[in-house]
Nanobody, 124 residues
Framework: QVQVVESGGGSVQAGGSLRLSCAAS????????MGWYRQAPGKQRELVAS???????NYVDSVKGRFTISRDNAKNTVYLQMDSLKPEDTAVYYC??????????????????WGQGTQVTVSS
């Protein structure tokens, strides 16, 4: 199995910055995509940013120009640098990692793993 652990959330004033980290561990063979989602109270979970194995990035319109997603393939880690934070960025942020892992001798299987979530609070 694959475990995903996030870190870096917290509280900040509007205009401030935070950096989220997410590390995947386990019998990972390859990672195809990594992404950050968020869910605010009373709202559906939305994709904030994603990055492919070829480092192609995608952002929701509301964070373009303010957030930057990056990955370190050697460490199976993805980062989300969040600058110029706004109160509407307040949410629980979740990391998602998808790829292939070794499920046993000669067996490979797909995985789609989520982190436990980290709270980001931006005050005005």
């Amino acid at each position: 199995q694959v475990q995903v652990v996030e870190s870096g959330g917290g509280s900040v004033q509007a205009g401030g910055s935070l950096r989220l980290s997410c590390a995947a561990s386990g019998s990972i063979v390859s990672i195809t995509a990594m992404g950050w989602y968020r869910q605010a109270p009373g709202k559906q979970r939305e994709l904030v940013a994603s990055i492919s194995s070829g480092s192609t990035t995608n952002y929701v319109d509301s964070v373009k120009g303010r957030f930057t997603i990056s990955r370190d393939n050697a460490k199976n880690t993805v980062y989300l640098q969040m600058d110029s934070l706004k109160p509407e960025d307040t949410a629980v942020y979740y990391c998602n990692v998808r790829g292939l892992y070794s499920s046993g001798r000669y067996n490979l299987a797909d995985f789609d793993s989520w982190g436990q979530g980290t709270q980001v609070t931006v005050s005005s």
